[in-house]
């Protein structure tokens, strides 16, 4: 019987439970009445009631992936570092399974930094086919940061292992593509496979961006990942431009020559 148990024990299994095993829980210590024992079957029944509010979050972003189901590889663009005074645009191409299970899929912003790394190596890992591409703050400054989004987004697409049917893109339409595209607004999180990419992007991003700051800690790049903070600002008064800087982009900064 279950309340021949020890709690420890009960709350050690609670513990090691993961979400497919919450049901057996219920079922099994539902009838113990040490308030202790229902506590915890409580808290079970919320995780699981919280899993299928999740699993229909994600069914819902998958309406347009069920839109344009005819299609045999369906592709997610997204795109991180348009706006930072420094660094590299990533962007990234995410064609996923038609079965896909992936959970907790968003807008890599709404996504705590743990939660999108965890989610990084399970995108990688069950994608039908990813990829990267990356435009240089030279590249940047050389062509502007839309064009340069536009050729790294490219890149990403070419890197593909497949070629994809369509292109789902984070409400953009890439010049010099021959692929079907759909421009969606705040398609990241609106789409599965836009929310993939994002992921992926800001990732890749983020962690160059913590490689940078090893390199140059004075700007506090591990913290803002090259965006204009406070910090960020003064380092630029006090130290200067770095190689990974867009000139372009610090014109209107009093920026130490």
Request: glycine share 4%; proline share 4%; with cysteine.
């Amino acid at each position: 019987m279950s309340n021949q148990l020890p709690m420890s024990e009960i709350k050690a299994i609670y513990q090691a439970a993961d979400e497919s095993m919450l049901p057996d829980f219920i079922s099994r210590f539902i009838a113990d009445d040490r308030k202790s024992v229902q506590a915890l079957v409580e808290k079970a029944d919320k995780r699981l009631f919280a899993l299928e509010q999740e699993k229909e979050r994600i069914y819902q972003m998958s309406c347009f992936e069920r839109e344009y189901e005819e299609c045999q590889y369906i592709c997610g663009i997204d795109e991180a570092g348009r706006g930072p005074l420094a660094g590299p645009v990533v962007a990234a191409a995410v064609i996923l399974p038609k079965d896909c299970d992936i959970l907790y899929l968003n807008d890599s912003k709404k996504l705590s930094a743990k939660k999108r790394d965890e989610l990084f190596d399970i995108i990688k890992e069950k994608a039908v086919a990813y990829g990267i591409g990356y435009a240089t703050p030279e590249r940047i400054d050389e062509i502007n940061i839309l064009q340069a989004t536009y050729e790294a987004m490219r890149e990403a697409v070419n890197k593909l292992s497949v070629k994809p049917d369509i292109l789902l893109n984070d409400a953009v339409t890439i010049p010099e593509v021959s692929i079907r595209q759909v421009p969606i607004i705040k398609g990241d999180a609106k789409s599965v496979s836009i929310a993939a990419a994002s992921i992926l992007a800001k990732v890749t991003r983020d962690r160059l961006m913590l490689d940078y700051d090893t390199l140059m800690p004075q700007y506090g790049f591990a913290s803002n990942k090259g965006y204009g903070s406070a910090m960020h600002i003064k380092a630029l008064e006090e130290y200067g431009a770095s190689p990974i800087h867009r000139r372009s982009f610090i014109t209107h900064f009093k920026v130490k020559e």
